[in-house]
């Protein structure tokens, strides 16, 4: 029988989820034995292919990322939100309080650390902001939901498990993380 094939893709969050799935450790390894892990954010493989198991972590807060949950979606069996940026939006909502307009304007020219001396917020560089950053169930179907921030290495080798062993998992409770 052929390893379940698993895509992941890293969209508006930070690296913490996907660092806690190599804190699994030397258990990596044998996860790996089992499945085939096709694409990741390391990887830059720009078309994600048919998978069983398609993984999101980051909220989204813009048009090109919509489209990569909408493809990602269309091309698994199984989705799983990781994170709590995917699950909840996470502190990338903290922007929701304020129109995508002044959310550029603090980022580009607005910050203490910004270094920006013309003034300059990209325009047709950058993809077309959304109204407000969104978990992932806002715009396609998912089916498993990984709380955390970053979610534990152990919750996140859990699921996995299951999904190898045939059963679609939630996460139990105290298995949860919100630190």
């Not at 799935?21 to 892990?37: A, N, P, Q, T, Y």
């Not at 909408?70 to 996470?90: F, P, T, Y």
């Not at 990209?122 to 498993?144: N, R, S």
Request: proline share 8%; glycine share 6%; charged share 25%.
């Amino acid at each position: 029988m052929s390893k379940p094939k698993v895509a992941t893709v890293w969209l508006e969050a930070c690296a913490g989820c996907h660092m806690s799935f190599l804190d699994i450790d030397e258990r990596i390894v044998d996860l790996l034995d089992k499945v085939e892990l096709t694409s990741c954010p390391i990887t830059d493989i720009k078309e994600i292919p048919k998978v069983t198991v398609g993984v999101i972590s980051g909220a989204l807060g813009n048009d090109e990322e919509v489209h990569i949950a909408r493809d990602i979606r269309e091309k698994c069996d199984i989705l799983i939100a990781w994170g709590d940026c995917a699950v909840m939006g996470g502190i990338n909502s903290m922007r929701n309080f304020m129109k995508p307009e002044e959310a550029l304007e603090v980022g580009y020219k607005d910050t203490l650390s910004t270094v920006n001396p013309d003034g300059v917020i990209p325009g047709e560089d950058l993809p077309k902001l959304l109204p407000m950053a969104i978990p992932i169930d806002d715009e396609v179907k998912v089916d498993v939901y990984i709380p955390g921030c970053p979610p534990d290495a152990d919750t996140i080798l859990y699921v996995f498990q299951e999904i190898l062993e045939g059963r679609i998992p939630t996460v139990p409770v105290d298995m949860m993380r919100y630190d």
